[in-house]
């Protein structure tokens, strides 16, 4: 892992994507990963992961292996120099980008400082909460907290509004959990259980360590537990929030008021720092009258606890080392299995790359990012496109009538590829080289103002939602638009050479730009038209066949047991079911056009199919620890990477053909069962 990320780092910058020259004497990874062991037919997942994973177990700093994490590691080498290099300045211009990124960076490294000022910078936020006195006061603080970086009791943002996407929107939606999805609050399997114990003993164990004493500490444990337990029970399911009509409630503020008398949200919306508004779209209005209800059957000294808690839950790995260490084991240990901290260093990158983003990103590009990998990335991602565009003309299932709304709406897909052609103005932020956890609050206040400067202003469509370094896509129904940041052209184990194409079509082509077009046209994306409204543009027929195959496909995942007795949410999984299967079988497609397929030569002994659908399973190699498993199946819509690989696969033909698929192998499903959408 080191030998690599040293000579990924030295040869990134030197690398031109025009030299697509084969060097033979680096081994091929998707050779050297394999386990072939294993029989690709019973479990393709670990056929082609398998002999990584052996050679490489989970480190006790993390709580997975694989891909993700090897390719974070070599970007976070290279912001780690960004941010070295930026503290070593002597004298930098105060508010400058070098100063912001090296103070930020040697703020968090200087522990002294840091143990020294133990929770105090957070006092003020605390003598705001010690000073509510009345409901009144209680909801007005609420708003406040909202604008530091916390989110007590609800959740509020500004978005495009889903049926005018020109406009941006109040919403407000469920929230306020310390452990982030309901199910954790009522689950009765024996380890979510220990969850909740593990929770109350971890809320005591923060409150003592700021200075409550023992027995106050255990009752106020108990009622936080209560009050957010009360929360959950009046949130939705994970699987509930994917339909946007549901969770799409249009009220005036006069109307939402009569729904929730005891909460006066013209107040709340100024100390939200939000100016005139005249509406509100409220995701689960149950939701909010059951927490106006608790705002008057909580004591206003109950909910003061509650705002503490919220409050140092916030900012608790920002603070001394008694507290940061006690906020790990519960959220790092007990939650996701992982035994031991990060280096200090990685800590802090991560987190000087989450608050400043947008200033590394500026110097990433221009020294590590690798020259031409916007325009390797967008020539992918419009033979992706191309043959979208084909296969979407030869459906069998759907109408000319929808067909040609579908092509339209795929025509208008934005692809922002590489980095943004403008960055956002932070000259607002001030950092000091001392002051850690002030320096996380500044930047939080910097972008809760960024998000409330957007009301009321047109909607800015030019404005990306990741940074170039990060290893990850999304796609945006509102702008029908995907988003493929610039790292995403790195794969591990090419490093000073251009991948084949089976290994860029089956990354790249088909887990990436495949599987991100496809979210246009997911349970979901498929309810917004061209212009990124919620508008139905499917005849009734094409909307009851779609339906019926989105339905075949939460009935495939709901199948697979990914830890004993827990299965996979396969309603709330399906959005991304459906992608996958569209962007391994768009990749598949784009790479039968490429020479490589048409000539069928073979690279390190595979043939091209086989090195394609490699490819498809390397791009999601990740080895996971149990305890993160079961917390990714209850707070993620997204299945687990082996469900990733084996499921869309088990419904792909060419699949079956290339690694002898048959009756009573693991993988296989009956004809009449594979399932083709897209
Ligand atoms: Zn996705």
Request: aromatic share 12%.
């Amino acid at each position: 892992m080191n030998k690599y990320k040293f000579t990924l780092t030295i040869l990134l910058a030197f690398l031109v994507f025009s030299c697509a020259k084969k060097e033979i004497n680096q081994p091929d990874p998707l050779v050297t990963n394999r386990d072939t062991t294993i029989n690709p037919a019973d479990d393709f997942f670990m056929y082609a992961n398998g002999g990584w994973f052996k050679k490489n177990p989970i480190p006790n700093s993390e709580n997975s292996n694989g891909i993700f994490r090897t390719i974070n590691d070599t970007v976070n080498a290279q912001i780690k120099q960004i941010c070295e290099k930026s503290a070593e300045v002597s004298n930098p211009v105060l508010g400058s980008n070098e100063q912001k990124i090296g103070d930020f960076y040697a703020s968090g490294m200087d522990t002294l400082a840091i143990e020294k000022k133990g929770i105090a910078p957070l006092k003020p936020y605390f003598d705001k909460i010690n000073s509510v006195t009345d409901t009144k006061t209680l909801v007005n603080t609420i708003g406040y907290l909202h604008t530091i970086g916390c989110a007590p009791a609800f959740s509020f943002y500004i978005g495009q509004d889903d049926k005018n996407s020109e406009k941006n929107a109040l919403m407000l939606s469920q929230g306020g959990l310390g452990l982030g999805s309901r199910d954790y609050y009522f689950n009765t399997d024996k380890e979510t259980e220990n969850i909740r114990k593990e929770y109350v003993k971890h809320i005591q164990a923060i409150f003592e360590l700021t200075g409550t004493d023992k027995s106050t500490a255990q009752k106020d444990a108990s009622l936080v537990m209560k009050l957010e337990t009360e929360l959950a029970k009046n949130s939705r399911k994970l699987e509930a929030l994917r339909d946007p009509q549901k969770n799409y409630n249009k009220f005036s503020i006069a109307q939402f008021k009569t729904q929730t008398p005891d909460i006066d949200w013209n107040s709340v919306m100024t100390s939200l720092l939000v100016k005139n508004p005249d509406s509100v779209i409220v995701g689960q209005p149950e939701f909010y009258v059951a927490l106006n209800k608790m705002i008057k059957s909580y004591s206003v000294e109950d909910w003061k606890v509650y705002l503490k808690w919220d409050l140092i839950n916030t900012y608790a790995s920002y603070m001394n080392n008694a507290i940061e260490k006690q906020n790990f084991y519960f959220f790092g240990t007990v939650m996701g299995g992982v035994k031991e901290q990060k280096p200090r260093w990685k800590r802090i990158v991560e987190q000087t790359n989450g608050s400043l983003g947008e200033l590394i990103g500026q110097v990433y590009v221009k020294e590590y990012l690798p020259k031409g990998s916007k325009e390797k990335l967008l020539e992918i991602g419009n033979n992706i496109r191309d043959v979208y565009a084909e296969h979407i003309k030869k459906l069998d299932w759907m109408s000319d009538a929808t067909k040609k709304k579908a092509l339209h709406k795929l025509s208008k897909i934005v692809m922002k590829v590489g980095y943004p052609d403008k960055w956002k103005d932070m000259s607002a932020v001030s950092i000091k080289r001392n002051a850690y956890c002030e320096n996380v609050i500044a930047t939080n206040k910097w972008a809760y103002n960024d998000m409330i400067n957007k009301f009321g202003k047109p909607v800015d469509r030019t404005e990306w939602g990741m940074y170039p370094q990060t290893y990850n896509a999304y796609y945006s129904p509102s702008n029908n638009e995907i988003c493929v940041p610039g790292c995403n052209i790195i794969v591990p184990g090419f490093e000073g050479r251009m991948p084949d194409d089976a290994v860029l079509y089956g990354i790249i082509g088909g887990s990436t730009f495949g599987h991100e077009i496809t979210h246009g046209f997911d349970d979901q994306g498929s309810q917004y038209d061209e212009k990124g409204n919620l508008n139905n543009w499917w005849t009734e027929e094409d909307l009851k066949k779609f339906k019926e195959k989105t339905k075949l496909i939460v009935e495939q995942f709901n199948e697979y047991e990914a830890l004993p007795g827990k299965f996979v949410n396969g309603d709330a999984t399906q959005g991304e079911n459906i992608a996958d299967l569209g962007g391994v079988v768009m990749g598949y497609e784009a790479f039968k056009k490429t020479k490589q397929y048409k000539e069928n030569e073979k690279i390190a002994g595979l043939t091209p199919d086989q090195r394609f659908f490699l490819a498809y399973g390397y791009a999601w190699m990740v080895n996971i620890k149990t305890e993160s498993l079961a917390q990714q199946l209850l707070v993620d819509v997204h299945s687990p990477a082996k469900y990733r690989i084996n499921g869309p696969l088990a419904n792909i033909p060419e699949f079956y053909k290339t690694f002898n698929v048959k009756q009573g192998n693991k993988m296989y499903r009956a004809k009449e069962k594979q399932i083709t959408i897209w």
